[in-house]
Every structure is written in structure tokens, then in C-alpha cells.
């Protein structure tokens, strides 16, 4: 299936179960969705004025045994989508290097997977799964996990962070000097680090600083470093 890119601004994926898989290719000019493994009785494609959405809906009371999992493959070009908008039930989600002005992400039992990502907000939640983030080059963040752990490897350009974990560890790295953040970490089973010195929980420091990091980990460790 291909959309012409000035056909798409916003792009919402309703899932209960599936793969999905994002990749932005500057020799691509058009939308490329690949469908594989999908029952079609149950996926649904609309297209209304900018907005793209995809729906795939299990019946109730149906009990998969062998079904091969559904994988949605999207390739887009060098553009930037108003919203990406992924609700994803069973199944994890590859964003690749995704640019959007607002990025939301759901999963219920799955990770969360991205090389780099260029967006103005991203909000995440998670259930059950990690979220593994390489750079983020984002204004404000916010993430939510039940269980599993949240890293991300290089975030740019932020002015409020918020990553909480119930059970799982948190791993930031800022990529920016750490005077510019005003910082909040707590952990009820875990230890704090920043910037590789260990700290008491809860921690606190820069509370005049026009940026604001807050961390909190129930059951993990956290650990906050800054490049510059």
C-alpha cells in the first residue's frame, strides 16, 4: 500500500497485536506500508482529509494458536508527520528514526525500540517491556513504564524530562551541561548515580534551573549522566 507524503500528517496505529517497524529513507518520495500476516476481515484502513489510520481488531472469545505474527513495515521519506499516535496491545515497536512534532506511543506487553527520533514531545507508556531509545532530539519527554527499563543512550535539546519506573532501571544520558537541569531522582530499591557519583535517594540539586529532569524508580536503579 503507498500514500503520497502530502496525503499524511498524522498517522495513528490501533493494534492488538502485530510488529511494527519504521524506517525513513531519503530515496523514498511516498508512503509504503507492507502488511504481512494480517487477517483482513479484521484490519481496517481510513484515510480522512491528512489523516492516516490503521486499525486491526481481534474478535472476542478468539484463541490463537500457530498464527504467525502480524508485521506492519512502514517506510516513509525524509518528512516530518504532525503525530505518530501507536496503540499496541501485544507486539513491539521499532521507531527507527522517526520524525515527528509529537510522538505517543502504548504498549501493553511489548519494548519499545529507536535509533534516533527528532520530535517536539514524546510520551511514552508501557505496561510491560523496555524502552531502548538511542538519540532523542525532543522538547519535552515523558515515560512510563510498569516493568522493564527505560535508557536512553543521548537526549538533546529538553527542557522537561519525566521517566518513572515501577519495577526496572533508568538510564539517561543528557547532552547537555549539567548547571542547565534542575534534577529530581528518587528510587525505593535501587541506588542513584549522577554523573558517576553515587547519591542518596531522594536526590535533588539545580532547583533554580530553567530545565527540570525528574527520575523516579521504585524498584531499580538510576542512573543520569551529562556529556558536557
Known sequence: MTLEAKQVQTMVLDLDCGEVAFVRSNAADEITLRFENFYSDWLERTLDEDSFKVQYKIP???????????TLSIALPEIELEQIELNLNLGSADLG?????????????GSL????????????TLALGSAELGTVQAERVTIENAQGDVTISRLVGASQVQVTDQLGNIALTLGEKADGYSVQAACGLGSITVSGAKQASPYSANSKAANAVILDAALGDITLNFEE
Do not use: R
Not at 490463537?64 to 502480524?70: A, K, L, R
Not at 528514526?97 to 506487553?109: E, G, N, P, R, V
Open 97 to 109: 528514526t522517526l520524525k515527528a512534532k509529537s510522538i505517543q506511543a502504548d504498549l501493553a506487553l
Open 113 to 124: 525500540y529507536a535509533d534516533e527520533l527528532q520530535t517536539g514531545q514524546l510520551d511514552a
Open 60 to 70: 472476542k472469545g478468539y484463541i490463537s494458536g500457530s498464527d504467525p505474527t502480524p
